[in-house]
Nanobody, 127 residues
Framework: QGQLVESGGGLVQPGGSLRLSCAAS????????IGWFRQAPGKEREGVSC????????NYVHSVKGRFTISRDNAKDTVYLQMNSLKPDDTAVYYC????????????????????WGQGTQVTVSS
Protein backbone atom coordinates (compact mmCIF):
# COMPACT_ATOMS: atom_id res chain seq x y z
CA GLN A 1 0.00 0.00 0.00
CA GLY A 2 2.57 2.53 1.11
CA GLN A 3 2.08 5.87 2.75
CA LEU A 4 3.01 9.52 2.54
CA VAL A 5 4.49 11.24 5.56
CA GLU A 6 4.69 15.01 5.87
CA SER A 7 7.10 16.74 8.22
CA GLY A 8 8.59 20.15 8.84
CA GLY A 9 5.62 22.05 10.15
CA GLY A 10 5.69 24.21 13.24
CA LEU A 11 5.22 27.65 14.71
CA VAL A 12 6.95 30.52 12.95
CA GLN A 13 6.74 34.28 13.14
CA PRO A 14 5.41 36.32 10.22
CA GLY A 15 8.14 36.74 7.64
CA GLY A 16 9.78 33.49 8.63
CA SER A 17 10.42 30.32 6.64
CA LEU A 18 9.70 26.62 6.86
CA ARG A 19 10.49 23.70 4.60
CA LEU A 20 7.95 20.92 4.46
CA SER A 21 8.87 17.43 3.34
CA CYS A 22 6.66 14.73 1.91
CA ALA A 23 8.28 11.30 1.95
CA ALA A 24 6.90 8.17 0.37
CA SER A 25 7.22 4.88 2.14
CA UNK A 26 6.57 1.59 0.38
CA UNK A 27 6.20 3.01 -3.12
CA UNK A 28 7.88 5.46 -5.45
CA UNK A 29 6.80 9.02 -6.19
CA UNK A 30 8.83 9.19 -9.38
CA UNK A 31 6.03 8.58 -11.89
CA UNK A 32 3.23 10.78 -10.59
CA UNK A 33 2.63 14.46 -10.07
CA ILE A 34 2.59 15.53 -6.44
CA GLY A 35 0.45 18.23 -4.93
CA TRP A 36 0.54 20.22 -1.74
CA PHE A 37 -2.76 21.30 -0.20
CA ARG A 38 -3.70 23.15 2.94
CA GLN A 39 -6.79 23.41 5.08
CA ALA A 40 -7.46 26.08 7.65
CA PRO A 41 -10.17 25.69 10.30
CA GLY A 42 -13.60 26.25 8.81
CA LYS A 43 -12.27 26.43 5.25
CA GLU A 44 -12.16 24.06 2.33
CA ARG A 45 -9.00 22.25 1.36
CA GLU A 46 -7.02 24.47 -1.00
CA GLY A 47 -4.49 23.49 -3.63
CA VAL A 48 -1.19 25.23 -2.93
CA SER A 49 1.23 23.79 -5.45
CA CYS A 50 1.88 20.88 -7.78
CA UNK A 51 4.95 19.47 -9.50
CA UNK A 52 5.00 17.26 -12.59
CA UNK A 53 6.75 13.89 -12.57
CA UNK A 54 8.44 14.53 -15.90
CA UNK A 55 10.27 17.82 -16.34
CA UNK A 56 9.50 19.19 -12.89
CA UNK A 57 7.10 21.86 -14.15
CA UNK A 58 5.34 23.58 -11.28
CA ASN A 59 2.08 25.28 -10.46
CA TYR A 60 1.17 27.60 -7.58
CA VAL A 61 -1.94 29.19 -6.21
CA HIS A 62 -1.73 32.94 -6.72
CA SER A 63 -1.47 33.75 -3.02
CA VAL A 64 1.85 31.90 -2.63
CA LYS A 65 3.57 32.71 -5.94
CA GLY A 66 7.00 34.18 -5.34
CA ARG A 67 7.05 32.95 -1.74
CA PHE A 68 6.73 29.15 -1.96
CA THR A 69 8.82 26.76 -4.02
CA ILE A 70 7.99 23.13 -4.68
CA SER A 71 10.70 20.66 -5.62
CA ARG A 72 11.24 16.93 -5.75
CA ASP A 73 14.04 14.44 -5.28
CA ASN A 74 12.94 11.25 -6.96
CA ALA A 75 16.01 9.38 -5.73
CA LYS A 76 14.74 9.99 -2.19
CA ASP A 77 11.04 9.68 -3.08
CA THR A 78 10.55 13.03 -1.41
CA VAL A 79 8.85 16.28 -2.38
CA TYR A 80 9.54 19.55 -0.64
CA LEU A 81 7.70 22.80 -0.15
CA GLN A 82 9.96 25.70 0.76
CA MET A 83 7.84 28.44 2.31
CA ASN A 84 9.33 31.91 2.72
CA SER A 85 7.88 35.24 3.82
CA LEU A 86 5.16 33.42 5.71
CA LYS A 87 2.00 35.26 6.63
CA PRO A 88 -0.68 34.54 9.25
CA ASP A 89 -3.03 33.61 6.39
CA ASP A 90 -0.71 30.68 5.59
CA THR A 91 -1.70 29.04 8.88
CA ALA A 92 -3.23 25.66 8.10
CA VAL A 93 -2.66 21.93 8.09
CA TYR A 94 -0.58 21.13 5.03
CA TYR A 95 -1.04 17.87 3.14
CA CYS A 96 0.80 16.27 0.26
CA UNK A 97 -0.89 13.92 -2.14
CA UNK A 98 -0.14 11.77 -5.18
CA UNK A 99 -1.92 12.70 -8.37
CA UNK A 100 -3.79 10.25 -10.57
CA UNK A 101 -1.63 11.58 -13.42
CA UNK A 102 1.99 12.14 -14.38
CA UNK A 103 1.33 15.81 -15.04
CA UNK A 104 -0.39 18.38 -12.83
CA UNK A 105 -2.65 19.61 -15.62
CA UNK A 106 -5.10 22.47 -15.57
CA UNK A 107 -7.05 21.08 -12.62
CA UNK A 108 -4.07 20.45 -10.38
CA UNK A 109 -5.80 22.31 -7.53
CA UNK A 110 -8.76 19.88 -7.41
CA UNK A 111 -8.39 17.37 -4.55
CA UNK A 112 -10.45 14.85 -6.55
CA UNK A 113 -7.47 14.36 -8.85
CA UNK A 114 -5.37 12.93 -6.02
CA UNK A 115 -5.49 9.45 -4.65
CA UNK A 116 -3.09 9.02 -1.72
CA TRP A 117 -2.81 11.58 1.07
CA GLY A 118 -0.51 12.10 3.98
CA GLN A 119 -1.69 12.77 7.50
CA GLY A 120 -0.83 16.46 7.37
CA THR A 121 1.52 18.76 9.23
CA GLN A 122 0.46 21.88 11.10
CA VAL A 123 1.89 25.24 10.08
CA THR A 124 1.14 28.17 12.37
CA VAL A 125 2.29 31.68 11.52
CA SER A 126 1.92 33.96 14.49
CA SER A 127 3.81 36.53 16.50
Amino acid sequence: QGQLVESGGGLVQPGGSLRLSCAASGFTLAYVAIGWFRQAPGKEREGVSCIDSTDGSTNYVHSVKGRFTISRDNAKDTVYLQMNSLKPDDTAVYYCATSLFRLCGNSWYDPRNYIKWGQGTQVTVSS
